[in-house]
């Protein structure tokens, strides 16, 4: 499919057609594939899973499990380390809360400052709870993390033995690059074969074929809305034995095996942490979504980014100079730029845009330490989707010139 | 361009009632803090009167712009006249429409000008007023 015909795919587009998107990284547009799975299950099976032993139940179950079996392909994981959530903050959630137990007082919980608060909160809040140290590894001017940078000297004073946790993101929703994620495990493992290993696959997962196998993580996270599937839909992936030691965050119907009146045991895995009725319609949206991605390729994927990064960047040097200060690294980038434009808050820019019918995100991106570092109070963010075009681009362009002439105004009192 | 008539755009260019008053009777500290908008409102009140009014702040247009808008209408006025204005009145002083994601924007002079009420600097020494 060439990008004309992707767009096709997406009714947003065409009911909204002046639209310019480029919010993707906060959600990303919905394929008709994604819309019409759901709305199938409930006009056709739209009853619940698990419990029922007429037919349609029974188809329920198959395809949410269908939909489990998909996710666990695409990720190189196996069905029974897939566990559906609301997305990829309960997911985090849910990995903090559950390995509450397993931290003590001289504990170390390392993260780095460029995560997304979800990313970084669950931690803050983990150390709270076992008195744990929180260690925050910080970026190096090229805006990448120092993980990657440090010497194994160095790496050994931040990630050590007692160093139980290391919370990732694998790409940053601010800075759109791509970390070394791999790398940075392994050499983690070096020092403690036990380290639990968190990777935040949020702003990844529609960008960068990911194998949890290669990467050695532990953990896993992401949701739907970010790779054109539905929202309320997310997934945890761990390995059996990570999955085996978390305490379920959430307790209730479906995840148990026998109960009494004082005493439960839990079902297996991954039912266990998967309380309640889950998002079937989400479920089997999301697997359209990735058998969708899958079937574009993520070589594709990649290409695209990369010439509309490019193109963007150019542009913005073109037309607006130093006057355009763009926020990210030289390393891989998922196709997302964060900038300050000349001294005008980022929510007047958007607001201006928009009258443009252009989207863009502005402010901090829930990510305030790393704006902090950065030393800017709030950036305009703009990212890509396999939808976008160079005309997206103009045009973006085009309303910022806008943007600077009416700021530029000097009216008289 | 609803949001930036030239009356934003002015007010946010030329500021009314910029800066710090050394002798306040009152203070408050205001920030919008999901999109960093910073408003500090200083005010002289004697005799139920604002008899002085004056902002320092950091942020985008509308919200800098608002506090100047205010403190222009209200300085003179008395105290009874700012409790009074509520958020149509404010977005009336504004005089553009303003979108639901910007609203606070607007109304975050008025909330610290509020504040400030309550909060009155005793010998006229400044204190400072922690982030709610």
């Given amino acids: 499919m060439n990008t004309q015909e992707i767009r096709q795919q997406f009714p947003m587009l065409a009911h909204n057609s002046q639209l310019v998107y480029l919010d993707s990284a906060a959600s990303a547009l919905t394929p008709q594939c994604v819309i019409d799975a759901q709305s199938q299950y409930y006009q056709e099976y739209g009853v619940n899973i698990a419990r029922g032993l007429y037919d349609a139940s029974t188809h329920a179950t198959s395809k949410y499990e269908s939909a489990r079996q998909e996710v666990a392909q695409f990720i190189g994981a196996r069905a029974s380390q897939i566990v559906f959530t609301s997305g990829t903050t309960m997911s985090i959630n849910m990995i ?108 990844a997962i529609a960008h960068i074929e990911i194998d949890v196998a290669q990467l050695d993580c532990d953990f896993l996270a992401f949701s739907g809305h970010k790779v054109y599937g539905p929202t309320g839909i997310g997934i945890l992936y761990g390995k059996t034995k990570a999955l085996a030691q978390l305490t379920p965050l959430i307790t209730g119907g479906e995840m148990v095996d026998r109960v009494s009146e004082n005493n439960v045991t839990f079902k297996g895995l991954p039912h266990r942490l998967e309380a309640g009725t889950p998002n079937i319609a989400g479920a089997v949206g999301l697997a359209s979504a990735l ?123 | 361009m609803n949001n930036y008539q030239e009356k ?51 942020g985008c247009a509308i919200s800098q712009a608002a506090a100047s808008i205010l403190a222009e209408y209200i300085k003179g006025k008395s105290v009874d006249d700012l409790k009074k204005i509520n958020k149509d009145g404010m977005l009336k002083l504004v005089e553009i429409p303003l979108s639901p994601a910007r609203i606070k924007c607007g109304l975050l002079a008025l909330q610290t000008a509020h504040e400030a009420l309550n909060l009155p600097t005793k010998n006229n020494t400044k204190k400072i007023i922690n982030d709610v």
């Fill in chain 2, 8 to 58: 934003i755009l002015d007010h946010y260019h030329h500021p009314r009632c910029h800066g710090d008053l050394t002798d306040a009777t009152h203070l408050a500290h205001g920030r919008n803090t999901s999109c960093g908008d910073i408003i500090n409102i200083s005010l002289i009140i004697k005799d139920d009167t604002v008899q002085d009014i004056s902002f320092t702040g950091d």
């Fill in chain 1, 291 to 413: 058998e969708f991605l899958r079937k574009i390729g993520f070589d594709k994927v990649s290409k695209h980014a990369k010439e509309l990064l490019d193109y963007t960047k150019d542009k913005l040097r073109k037309n607006f100079g130093d006057n355009t200060i763009i926020y990210t690294g030289n390393s891989e980038n998922i196709g997302l730029l964060s900038f300050s434009f000349f001294d005008i808050h980022p929510h007047d820019v958007a607001d201006i845009l928009n009258t443009h019918h252009i989207a863009v995100r502005a402010g901090t991106h829930c990510a305030q330490p790393l704006h902090s570092t950065l030393g800017v109070g709030a950036t305009t963010r703009i990212s890509f989707g396999i939808y976008t075009t160079t005309a997206d681009i103009d045009q973006l362009i085009t309303g910022l010139g806008a943007v600077r002439d009416i700021f530029a105004q000097n009216p008289k009192i």
């Fill in chain 1, 96 to 203: 903090a809360h559950g390995l509450t137990d397993s931290i003590c007082a001289n504990s170390r919980i390392a993260t780095t400052i460029a995560e997304h608060h979800s990313n970084l909160i669950p931690w803050q809040q983990l150390s709270a709870r076992t008195g744990a140290k929180l260690d925050i590894v910080g970026i190096t001017n090229n805006k990448e993390l120092e993980l990657s940078t440090l010497t194994n000297q160095e790496f050994a004073q931040i990630i050590t033995p007692q160093t139980a946790v290391l919370a990732l993101g694998y790409a940053s929703n601010v800075l759109g690059n791509v970390n070394p994620i791999a790398q940075i495990i392994k050499r983690a493992r070096a020092i403690n074969p036990n380290i639990l290993v968190v990777v935040d696959a949020a702003q």
